[in-house]
């Protein structure tokens, strides 16, 4: 589905595409391919809604490892349904510096709790600001499962942000400790 996508959109020369799943080892993994009928849901671990969908073996890696390979990115989007705390657990060099990409990413709550128990969202955010990072919460705080943020060094222009603004609708308009802020 991403090949179709990129090249559709004129980002060929930008992007590279890997059949791996970023995590904190290098290796392979048992993938459940969807949840729910649903075939943009795999995960790295059998959730209890799953029933009996089809699992593939996956290459796995750390962001590290990829990033030696193939350079830093600019910019990173993660929504890897709670494989997030095994990306995060498994990377550091590409956090470091003021070089570090920026980082759209979804913590997804409750696959984070199945795949690292005893591990929220804060203690991912405490992690990534540990590397110098700022965040901005996109997602309503009524959102209690999935949350959206943008992890970032460089200073983001306002018209990049306005890019990021489908929760509040109001343009910068971001969620801080609950609250609306702009």
């Known amino acids: 589905y991403i090949r179709p996508n990129i090249m559709m959109n004129g980002g060929g020369d930008l992007a590279t595409v890997l059949c791996k799943a970023v995590s904190?080892?290098?290796?392979?993994?048992?993938?459940?391919?969807?949840?729910?009928?649903?075939?943009?849901?795999?995960?790295?671990?059998?959730?209890?809604?799953?029933?009996?969908?089809?699992?593939?073996?996956?290459?796995t890696d750390t962001l590290d490892n990829l990033v030696q390979q193939y350079g830093k990115p600019d910019l990173m989007k993660v929504h890897i349904e709670g494989a997030e705390v095994l990306m995060i657990r498994g990377s550091h060099k590409v956090?470091?510096?003021?070089?570090?990409?920026?980082?759209?990413?979804?913590?997804?709550l409750p696959d984070i709790a199945a795949i690292a128990p005893g591990t929220s969202g804060d203690d991912l955010i405490k992690k990534l600001l540990q590397y110098g990072y700022k965040v901005k919460t996109l997602?309503?705080?009524?959102?209690?499962?999935?949350?959206w943020h943008i992890f970032y060094k460089r200073n983001l222009s306002p018209e990049s942000l306005a890019l990021f603004t489908p929760e509040t609708q109001v343009l910068g308009g971001y969620?801080?400790?609950?609250?609306l802020i702009q």
Do not use: C
């Open 24 to 59: 904190d080892v290098q290796g392979t993994a048992t993938f459940w391919m969807h949840r729910m009928g649903n075939s943009g849901s795999g995960r790295l671990f059998k959730a209890e809604d799953m029933g009996e969908n089809p699992t593939i073996m996956v290459e």
């Open 95 to 108: 956090f470091e510096g003021e070089d570090a990409p920026t980082i759209v990413i979804e913590f997804h």
């Open 139 to 147: 997602t309503e705080p009524k959102y209690k499962e999935s949350m």
């Open 175 to 179: 969620y801080a400790h609950g609250e």
